[in-house]
């Protein structure tokens, strides 16, 4: 198994010193041998926001662009997105900024997708929450065409294009891995038919045994085999540090193969942020 970390580029962390903090915890992380980074993703909050832990009053950097800040400040971790938010993206401004942060990274670029939940920001792009699912499907089916062949075209419900360049592709060959998150039957199904690999998400490892057992035999059921997917999972409320390094046993026997941590779920304090990560590193044997 190997590991990573979300990056502080949200909420308090953000709000002073915002440059610093994102560079020094991804070279932290390079240092301490951690294999990725990576950013989550909003653009927009409603003023009002019950049920999720977070103040629409505090900044949230652009997640692509910090990656592509990131690429020239990094030499070895891989540049993660988990996950981008797809449906209210256009397809084609989404495949250039990413394959742009694969070239300037040398071909690090790991994507990780997802449909989207926040209402309130479906309806401040005007796109309706109800095409979320299918607007994902083609834009990942697109971002696939735009990087592999040398003239695309699409013809879909949401979007039409038909014969264009869109220069450059990545670097990755034959493309950078598209990873889907997500727990519902939607998610899953979408990871089956369309993903190189899941996002999985939960207190610990009793929240994920149910859905990845179904993932499976979706996966079965849509011709591929189960064992090309690639098993990312982020521990969400777990109540400590000490509990999440507890479950990593089990984590692997589920077949879990990249366990990637939100530092900031157990401290306020970017200094102890560090701290945290750096224990880490070392209560599981990396560099």
């Known amino acids: 198994m190997d590991y990573g970390i979300v990056l502080p580029h949200f909420g308090s962390f953000a709000r002073e010193d915002a440059t610093q903090r994102v560079i020094g915890a991804a070279e932290a992380a390079e240092s301490l041998g951690f294999s990725t980074v990576w950013v989550v993703d909003h653009v927009v909050f409603p003023e009002k926001l019950e049920g999720y832990a977070f103040n629409p009053l505090d900044p949230f950097l652009e997640p692509i662009t910090v990656l592509g800040a990131l690429a020239l400040k990094t030499t070895r971790v891989k540049l993660g997105t988990a996950v981008l938010v797809l449906p209210y993206r256009h397809p084609l401004y989404t495949a250039k900024a990413l394959a742009t942060v694969d070239v300037l990274s040398g071909g690090r670029l790991v994507v990780g997708v997802g449909a989207g939940w926040l209402e309130g920001e479906f309806n401040a792009f005007g796109v309706p929450i109800a095409e979320r699912g299918s607007r994902t499907n083609e834009t990942i089916d697109i971002l696939k065409a735009l990087w592999t062949e040398e003239t695309p075209s699409y013809n879909g419900k949401h979007f039409q294009f038909g014969n264009i360049k869109a220069l450059p592709q990545p670097i990755q060959k034959p493309r950078p891995p598209i990873l889907v998150g997500g727990m519902t039957k939607g998610a899953l199904q979408r990871v089956a038919r369309r993903g190189d690999g899941w996002i999985a998400m939960g207190k610990g490892p009793d929240d994920i045994k149910a859905p990845l057992d179904t993932l499976r035999e979706l996966t079965v059921k849509a011709g591929r085999s189960p064992a090309s997917l690639q098993i990312n ?42 701290e945290l990560m750096a224990r880490f590193a070392h209560e599981v044997g990396m560099k």
């Open 233 to 274: 999972m982020l521990p969400l409320a777990t109540p400590s540090l000490d509990q999440v390094i507890k479950d990593i046993p089990r984590y692997q026997e589920l077949g879990v193969q990249h366990l990637y941590l939100s530092f900031r779920a157990w401290t306020a304090d970017f200094a102890q942020l560090m």
